[in-house]
């Protein structure tokens, strides 16, 4: 394969990453699963977070290879989509396009006025509790915070980014032409960060690191109102 079609592959697969922990799987075989990592006697909701996590760190072992190595102190900080609430030990890593207006507009403003922080714009909210380094971010984790972030089907989400985009820079232009520009973009961005493409059709793994945290929650826009409710 040539250069720019290897890029455009491994983009595809990782792009195709949410595809596989976005499968649902009927919670009646979970307990045939033989994984330690798995109790058929959990909770429903519970049962399934494990699940999801358990698809994580088994598509992360399956792909990882040394292009993933990160160097994260080049991630330039506006960059970062992590927010951390001290007060409630809460660590929210935000994925545009995914559920994150719900807490951006409703959850988040009500600590931030609870704290008496003024802002005007989600963009204000977000920097006044963004790390500023990963420096930062890795202390944060140490204090084991509830850390969670919402994902969505990679294909549902491009189409959503589209029909939101379509209106200021897409022009009317068809959905072909923009998944045309997203593979430019990624082809020319490094990969595993894509720092060079839109956050809102970035790999998620770009974004929040799923391969380097440990969630304590990941939710779904499938499952966002019960996630969001626990």
């Given at each position: 394969?040539?250069?720019?079609?290897?890029?455009?592959?491994?983009?595809?697969?990782?792009?195709?990453?949410?595809?596989?922990?976005?499968?649902?799987?009927?919670?009646?075989?979970?307990?045939?699963?033989?994984?330690?990592?798995?109790?058929?006697?959990?909770?429903?909701?519970?049962?399934?977070?494990?699940?999801?996590?358990?698809?994580?760190?088994?598509?992360?072992?399956?792909?990882?290879?040394?292009?993933y190595s990160r160097n994260l102190?080049?991630?330039?900080?506006?960059?970062?989509?992590?927010?951390?609430?001290?007060?409630?030990?809460?660590?929210?890593?935000?994925?545009?396009?995914?559920?994150?207006?719900?807490?951006?507009?409703?959850?988040?403003?009500?600590?931030?006025?609870?704290?008496?922080?003024?802002?005007?714009?989600?963009?204000?909210?977000?920097?006044?509790?963004?790390?500023?380094?990963?420096?930062?971010?890795?202390?944060?984790?140490?204090?084991?915070?509830?850390?969670?972030?919402?994902?969505?089907?990679?294909?549902?989400?491009?189409?959503?980014?589209?029909?939101?985009?379509?209106?200021?820079?897409?022009?009317?232009?068809?959905?072909?032409?923009?998944?045309?520009k997203v593979l430019e973009e990624?082809?020319?961005?490094?990969?595993?960060?894509?720092?060079?493409?839109?956050?809102?059709?970035?790999?998620?793994?770009?974004?929040?690191?799923?391969?380097?945290?440990?969630?304590?929650?990941?939710?779904?826009?499938?499952?966002?109102?019960?996630?969001?409710?626990?």
């Amino acid at each position: 394969y040539k250069y720019g079609d290897r890029k455009n592959i491994i983009f595809l697969l990782l792009f195709l990453f949410l595809f596989f922990i976005s499968n649902n799987m009927d919670l009646e075989n979970i307990s045939n699963i033989q994984t330690s990592n798995i109790s058929a006697q959990a909770d429903p909701w519970v049962q399934e977070q494990e699940w999801r996590k358990f698809q994580v760190e088994k598509t992360c072992k399956q792909f990882k290879s040394e292009s993933y190595s990160r160097n994260l102190s080049n991630v330039p900080e506006e960059r970062f989509t992590f927010q951390y609430y001290e007060k409630y030990n809460l660590l929210y890593c935000e994925i545009l396009k995914a559920g994150s207006t719900t807490w951006m507009k409703g959850t988040f403003p009500g600590i931030a006025r609870e704290m008496g922080l003024k802002f005007k714009t989600r963009n204000d909210l977000a920097s006044y509790f963004r790390p500023k380094s990963m420096d930062e971010l890795k202390k944060i984790l140490g204090k084991d915070p509830v850390s969670f972030a919402i994902v969505r089907h990679p294909f549902e989400r491009l189409l959503s980014a589209y029909l939101d985009k379509s209106v200021t820079w897409m022009r009317g232009k068809s959905f072909e032409y923009f998944l045309k520009k997203v593979l430019e973009e990624a082809q020319a961005s490094t990969v595993p960060m894509y720092l060079g493409m839109n956050n809102h059709y970035r790999p998620y793994d770009a974004i929040c690191l799923f391969c380097d945290i440990n969630y304590k929650v990941i939710s779904k826009t499938e499952s966002f109102a019960e996630d969001r409710s626990r």
